[in-house]
């Protein structure tokens, strides 16, 4: 199979098995990205032995404090991307923004999982989309849009109600406008304004469709082909940024099957070499549509830590090492909200201090800070998790215990 090979794999099955060799605790792991994924990526090694090193622009990163070395550069930086992985044994990544050139500066001195073709295609919206289509995989009805004048008739062809986002970067709200939604604002302004959002570049034109539910599906494999499929996550967002997350979503048991069997393929076309969240629509007329994808560690599975028998973070490096998988079965339900800059600001943007102590009184919540010092308005500044006797009771425990904050 090759990265534009469709696929006629049974799901659930561990395919093109061969000899490998693992890479044992006591070796180094090397990540693209200090971020909090990364961070809690490193807490997860290193509690399995292993030593880090993180490249990131940031001198500040939330991984630096739990990691043994840090490399301050950019994604761009195609030398210190082959410094890193000089010192490591394997590399992976945090964060879809690495550049080619860096991306094969480092395979040269290491295996990078997942590897720089399959980045190539997720980290451009226009390609992935593209891809996923190509593959036979659901979507929803896009355009790729390159000017003004493209996005009009996008707009126009799509019904008038969409959805627009950069062709590259952007997330969490970023690089991302709105058409149709506006009950007192002309076509033309929502149109320009959501151009202008776009940073006037390449992008997508996504028609608007009438959600039941958003879901995700994170799936592990490990280069000797060994495959897991977490159970689905279901997600709740507020102004395109991630409000609130739980597992097991949710969902028929026909429509998770339906929906990890997906996520799956999708992993096995790529030969996908770490771990792949899959974001999902589910439609009202039953139907399941992919939205995105993510080569990494994602915001929706920060419940595994608690639900699973295996976090998404210990399976990423259980992944990239080429170990056998961690079991992904639910042991609990639990759900996560995460905690905005907001929350350390008064509303006239003054400073305040989150009263935590209150937070951690509600029972089966804790709290997860990834030593960001500077809160804003929609950076991600940490989460509180809860557990639960069922997914929509941890969601009520974490959301009452962000409200006494």
Request: aromatic residues 6%; contains cysteine; glycine residues 10%.
């Amino acid at each position: 199979m090759s990265l534009s090979d469709s696929q006629n794999s049974t799901p659930g099955s561990q395919k093109n098995l061969r000899a490998a060799k693992p890479i044992l605790p006591g070796a180094t792991i090397g990540i693209f990205g200090g971020g909090q994924l990364g961070r809690m990526t490193a807490m997860a090694a290193r509690a399995m032995g292993y030593r880090i090193t993180v490249l990131d622009p940031d001198p500040a990163c939330p991984a630096r404090f739990v990691v043994d070395g840090c490399i301050e550069a950019g994604w761009d930086d195609a030398r210190e991307a082959a410094n890193l992985a000089r010192g490591c044994d394997v590399v992976t990544l945090e964060i879809e923004q690495i550049a080619a050139a860096s991306m094969e500066a480092a395979a040269s001195f290491a295996p990078v999982r997942p590897g720089g073709a399959m980045l190539a295609i997720i980290q451009d919206r226009i390609e992935q989309k593209d891809w996923l289509r190509r593959n036979g995989f659901p979507i929803g009805e896009y355009r790729a849009v390159r000017s003004l004048d493209e996005l009009r008739n996008a707009i126009s062809e799509l019904g008038g109600k969409c959805f627009c986002k950069s062709a590259t970067g952007g997330y969490d709200g970023r690089g991302q406008g709105k058409v149709g939604f506006s009950a007192g604002a002309s076509l033309e302004d929502e149109v320009r304004g959501a151009w202008a959002a776009l940073g006037e570049g390449p992008g997508v034109a996504e028609k608007a469709i009438e959600l039941e539910r958003e879901i995700s599906v994170m799936v592990a494999r490990a280069p000797n082909g060994e495959v897991k499929v977490f159970p689905t996550a279901w997600n709740h967002h507020e102004e395109q940024i991630l409000a609130w997350s739980a597992m097991p979503a949710p969902v028929p048991a026909a429509m998770e099957a339906e929906a990890r069997k997906i996520a799956e393929e999708i992993a096995d076309t790529f030969q996908l070499e770490g771990v792949l969240a899959v974001e999902m629509f589910c439609t009202n007329d039953g139907r399941l549509l992919v939205n995105e994808l993510a080569p990494r560690p994602h915001n929706s599975y920060h419940a595994s830590e608690r639900a699973c028998v295996t976090s998404q973070f210990e399976q990423l490096v259980r992944a990239v090492c080429d170990l056998p998988l961690g079991e992904v079965e639910i042991v609990q339900p639990a759900a996560i909200a995460n905690l905005l800059g907001e929350v350390w600001l008064n509303a006239d943007g003054t400073a305040r201090e989150p009263r935590f102590d209150a937070a951690l009184a509600v029972p089966g919540v804790r709290l997860h800070l990834y030593e960001k010092h500077k809160p804003r308005k929609g950076r991600k500044m940490g989460h509180l998790s809860a557990v639960g006797k069922t997914a929509e009771q941890a969601v009520e425990l974490v959301l009452r215990a962000k409200a006494l904050l």
